[in-house]
């Protein structure tokens, strides 16, 4: 015998299919909607843009020589102590950093999915998907691999041709000695500026920060930045290929 349902039982039941629950918590909501998700991306790449304006003004130390660059690195383990134990603060920094990346990535991916299935018609992608979308979505990949290869070469030195701990000195000469650890750089240090020009814009409008007469400022900011950080990056291989950093 077929069970049978009370009215407003089923009437619970079709709501409950017909729509997603609502999140209870205003993170919930924020994060489910296609602004939250925005501001997700636009907070967590202006974190990220942070780290590497450091990452790329530490980077130059290689040029004062091995003492400087080992020290800094040495310094960077040392941080924060004796309140914090060793590498603590590295570690806070290195949560952080995953939990950026990540959180970047899943919003990315999801308002990619998001603008595929809000499209009446399907197209073909390469006629209508803008130039800066696409150039976005696969820097955005190259990008992830990239930070996969670095952290292998750089800091575990699984893949780097010395991967001597502490000594990074040594490590970057080595890498950048080779025409794949130039090849991987050069082509990754070119979709940071790329990501950075367009990406930098699109998380000032997200925050509120566009306007007609600020736009143009905007627009200066993020090529200034992409363009210092690209170059500030890209000195490191030129200095060694160059005989600057031996
Ligand atoms: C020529 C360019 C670059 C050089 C020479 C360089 C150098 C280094 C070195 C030596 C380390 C290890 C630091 C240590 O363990 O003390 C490192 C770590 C790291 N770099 Fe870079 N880097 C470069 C570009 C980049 C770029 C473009 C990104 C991001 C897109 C990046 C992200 C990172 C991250 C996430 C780490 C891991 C930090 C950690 O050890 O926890 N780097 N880099």
Redesign the pocket.
């Known amino acids: 015998m077929a069970l049978a349902t009370r009215p407003e039982q089923r009437d619970k039941q079709s709501r409950e299919t017909q729509r997603p629950a609502r999140p209870r918590t205003a993170v919930g909501r924020l994060w489910q909607s296609t602004i939250g998700k925005k501001t997700v991306m636009a907070v967590s790449g202006l974190f990220m843009l942070l780290y590497?304006i450091a990452?790329m003004a530490g980077?130059l130390k290689?040029f004062f020589g091995p003492d400087d660059m080992n020290g800094y690195?040495h310094w960077?383990r040392t941080l924060g102590e004796p309140v914090l134990h060793h590498e603590w603060a590295?570690w806070i920094?290195?949560v952080g950093?995953v939990a950026a990346v990540v959180a970047h990535g899943v919003a990315a991916y999801q308002l990619s999915r998001l603008d595929i299935a809000a499209r009446p018609v399907k197209y073909v992608h390469r006629h209508r998907t803008s130039y800066a979308a696409r150039t976005m979505r696969w820097g955005g990949v190259i990008?992830a691999l990239?930070?996969v290869w670095?952290?292998l070469d750089?800091?575990t030195g699984t893949v780097n041709p010395n991967g001597e701990y502490g000594r990074?000195y040594e490590?970057?000469v080595a890498t950048f000695s080779t025409w794949y650890g130039n090849v991987i750089?050069f082509v990754?240090?070119i979709a940071?500026g790329l990501h950075i020009r367009h990406g930098f814009f699109s998380a000032a409008q997200t925050l509120g920060a566009g306007s007609p007469t600020r736009d143009r400022a905007l627009k200066a900011t993020a090529n200034g930045l992409a363009l210092v950080l690209t170059l500030g990056?890209?000195s490191?291989?030129i200095g060694v290929i160059t005989g600057v950093v031996e």
């Open positions: 590497l990452h980077n290689v690195a960077l590295l920094m290195r950093l990008l990239f930070i670095h952290i750089l800091t990074p490590n970057i750089y990754a240090m940071v990056f890209l490191v291989p």
